[in-house]
C-alpha cells in the first residue's frame, strides 16, 4: 500500500481545492518539504482557471497545525569553512524570511480566496497559517495558541503583523505574552474566527462557504482580497489609487462584464472566474 502524502491536494469539479496538512501522528506539524509544497500549491492555484476557492484543514480531529516541525533540520554542506559558527550571523533570520514568513505570505497573495478549517488546535504558526486565511472557520473543539512565549522564544511567522491588524496592539500583546490557550468562541469574539460550529458540520460548512466562492467573481474577489490585505499599510492616496485601479482591471474581465450585462438584463449572472 502506498504511503500517505503528507500533504493532500484535492480538486473538484466545482473549482474548490482542498489543501489538507496530513501529519495527524505529528500534530499536523509543517516540514521544509511541506512548506514548500503548500507555498508551490498556492502560488500555481493563482494563476490555475480551474481552481476557484481553497479550502485549507487539517487531518483528523484533533490538530489543524501544531506549527513547524523542527525534528529534522537540514544536513549541513560538506565544504563549509573551518572554523564557521553552528549559527552565523544572519542565518537565523535567513530561515525566518526564507520560511515561514514565506509560508504566510504565500496565503496572503494568493489570488483565490482561502479558507481555513480549523479542525482541532491551532498553535505557533500553526495560528497564524490560518489567520493569514481570508475566512476562518472553527470547529467548536478548536483552539488557538500563541506557543513562542512557553518556549522562551519571540513570535514569529508574521504573528505580530496579523495580529495587531486582526484584533489590535493591546489584544495581540495579551495573546503574545502570555500564549495561554484560546478556545474557538473567545476567537470568535475577539475577530479572529468568522463562525464557529459543532466539529461534525465544519467540513460541510468548509464546503458551502467554498461554493459560493467558487461560483462567485474570481477575478473581483481577488482584487478585494489585495485590497483589504493592503489597506492598513498603505496612506489614503495609496489606497484610493490602488482601489481605482483595481476596479479599472476588474471591468476588463468577462465576469465584470458578465455582471453589467445581468443587472441591464435582470437576471442572476454567470460567472466564469475570468
Keep these: 500500500m ?20 496530513n501529519r ?4 499536523n ?3 521544509a518539504a511541506q512548506r514548500e509544497e503548500i507555498i508551490a500549491r498556492l502560488a500555481a492555484a493563482s494563476g490555475d482557471a480551474r ?20 525534528s529534522a533540520p537540514a544536513a549541513p554542506p560538506d565544504d563549509l569553512p573551518e572554523g564557521l ?4 550571523a544572519g542565518s537565523i533570520a535567513r530561515a525566518i524570511s526564507g520560511g515561514a514568513q514565506r509560508l504566510i505570505a504565500a496565503v496572503l497573495d494568493c489570488e483565490k480566496p482561502v479558507i481555513a478549517a480549523v479542525n482541532g488546535t491551532a498553535a505557533g504558526i500553526g495560528c497564524h497559517l490560518a489567520y493569514a486565511c481570508d475566512l476562518v472557520l472553527a470547529a467548536d473543539t478548536a483552539k488557538f495558541i500563541e506557543l513562542f512565549v512557553r518556549r522562551g522564544l519571540v513570535v514569529d511567522g508574521g504573528g505580530a503583523y496579523l495580529l495587531a491588524r486582526l484584533v489590535g496592539p493591546q489584544r495581540a500583546k495579551e495573546l503574545i505574552f502570555f500564549g495561554d490557550d484560546l478556545p474557538a468562541a473567545d476567537a470568535q469574539r475577539l475577530g479572529l474566527v468568522n463562525r464557529v460550529v459543532p466539529a461534525d458540520e465544519l467540513a460541510k460548512t468548509a464546503a458551502e462557504w467554498a461554493a459560493r466562492l467558487a461560483t462567485g467573481p474570481t477575478v473581483a474577489l481577488g482584487l478585494g482580497k489585495r485590497l483589504v ?3 492598513l499599510d498603505a496612506d489614503r492616496a495609496t489606497a484610493f489609487g490602488e482601489e481605482a485601479m483595481a476596479v479599472e482591471v476588474n471591468m476588463a474581465s468577462e465576469d465584470g462584464q458578465e455582471g453589467l450585462r445581468a443587472f441591464l ?10
Design 2 to 21: 502506498a504511503e500517505e502524502p503528507e500533504l493532500r491536494w484535492a480538486l473538484g469539479g466545482d473549482g474548490v481545492a482542498w489543501l489538507t496538512l
Design 229 to 231: 490585505n493592503r489597506a
Design 51 to 70: 481552481v476557484r476557492a481553497i479550502v485549507l484543514t487539517g487531518a483528523g480531529d484533533r490538530h489543524f497545525c501544531t506549527g513547524a516541525d523542527l
Design 29 to 31: 506539524s509543517i516540514g
Design 265 to 274: 438584463e435582470r437576471r442572476q449572472p454567470h460567472f466564469r472566474g475570468w
Design 24 to 27: 495527524p501522528k505529528a500534530g
Design 85 to 88: 559558527p553552528d549559527r552565523p
